[in-house]
């Protein structure tokens, strides 16, 4: 079945980078569009990115354009996120989410998360 | 960017009871349209995708509708199992943005 496995997470100082990254399982990889979103505690979910399956197209949320990179290895089957300049407004859980591709963008399963504190 | 709004924010309900809960885009969004379920501590779970569409494996006592802004997710009894926030997305444009969250809770 399809397995989705964020690592990366932690503790960063602000103005510091961190890259995510997401191991895939259980399915072809290299055909589905891939999803990152977050969760501030206690909050509401925010979209941050997508790549197309064969990594030709990103979109970014405006709160991470210019800071964060979405990419993929399609040979290694992981996705990936990194982010720089971080934010204490950027502290959330981050879920990796496969695009089911069908009905626009959306995500049809996604993995149990990776929290990110940006902190001093 | 397309704007979502879900209603009610919060509701209380007991088990058996028929719960429905709206969502409204700030544009016609078609029926590029979805419904997720939250657990606390827990990832998202897609429920319902293409406003009517039930995904794999969820209880047929979910339903959908709606299309073009506004949108319905019904409960058709209410069980143990389904005490958790819901969020709606708009699947149309990019940014592909949630609603609020509605929490469902007894």
């Known amino acids: 079945q399809v397995h989705l496995v964020e690592s990366g997470g932690g503790v960063v100082q602000p103005g510091g980078s961190l890259r995510l990254s997401c191991a895939a399982s259980?399915?072809?990889?290299?055909?589905?569009?891939m999803h990152w979103v977050r969760q501030a505690p206690g909050k509401g979910l925010e979209w941050v990115a997508f790549?197309?399956?064969?990594?030709?197209?990103?979109y970014y949320a405006d709160s991470v354009k210019g800071r964060f990179t979405i990419s993929r290895d399609n040979s290694k089957n992981t996705l990936s996120l990194q982010m720089t300049s971080l934010r204490a407004e950027d502290t959330a859980v981050f879920y990796c989410a496969r695009d089911l591709r069908v009905g626009g963008y959306t995500l049809d399963h996604w993995g149990q998360g990776t929290l990110v504190t940006v902190s001093s | 960017d397309i704007q979502m709004t879900q209603s009610p924010s919060s509701l209380s309900a007991s088990v058996g009871d028929r719960v429905t809960i709206t969502c409204r885009a700030s544009?016609?969004?078609?029926?590029?349209f979805n419904w997720y379920q939250q657990k606390p501590g827990k990832a998202p779970k897609l429920l319902i995708y293409?406003?009517?569409n039930l995904q794999s494996g969820v209880p047929s006592r979910f339903s959908g509708s709606g299309s073009g802004t506004d949108f319905t997710l019904t409960i058709s009894s209410l069980q143990p199992e389904d005490y958790a926030t819901y969020y709606c997305q708009q699947s149309y444009r990019t940014p592909f943005t949630f609603g609020p969250g509605t929490k469902v809770d007894i």
């Open positions: 259980g399915f072809t990889f290299s055909h589905f569009g």
């Open positions: 293409a406003a009517s």
């Open positions: 544009q016609s969004i078609s029926r590029y």
């Open positions: 790549v197309r399956y064969d990594g030709s197209n990103e």
